[in-house]
């Protein structure tokens, strides 16, 4: 059964960081696109981040224009899990953030592209 956990949300001060986590089940990250997506109160679901590996080595990762130079997304094979790590946050970056895989490779920040997701994280950024 595949399953995508997501974890790390929570309420932050602008300016600081959180790391979410999107651990996953039933099948392996390699082959699959992830993908990082968020969705703000009345808004439409975004892209955020992507990541693209294959035999355990990343070869694409790529972001939205807002969140260039302050998100990074990794991956850990060992534990079967996807990061990402939010630094210099925003009030604007206040969402839930979901994860999701594709079995198509290319996917990148269309949802339809995705076939698994996660249940979604909030984060809130409040002073």
């Known amino acids: 059964q595949v399953q995508l956990v997501e974890s790390g949300g929570g309420l932050v001060q602008p300016g600081g960081s959180l790391r979410l986590s999107c651990a996953a089940s039933g099948f392996t990250l390699d082959y699959h696109a992830i993908g990082w997506f968020r969705q703000a109160p009345g808004k439409e679901r975004e892209g955020v981040s992507c990541i693209r590996s294959r035999y355990g080595r990343v070869y694409y990762t790529d972001y939205t224009d807002s969140v260039k130079g302050r998100f990074t997304i990794s991956r850990d094979d060992a534990k079967n899990t996807v990061y990402l790590q939010m630094n210099s946050l925003k009030p604007e970056d206040t969402a839930v953030y979901y994860c999701?895989?594709?079995?198509?490779?290319?996917?990148?920040?269309?949802?339809?592209?995705?076939?698994?997701w996660g249940q979604g994280t909030q984060v809130t950024v409040s002073s």
């Open positions: 999701a895989a594709a079995r198509s490779f290319s996917a990148k920040f269309s949802s339809w592209e995705y076939d698994y």
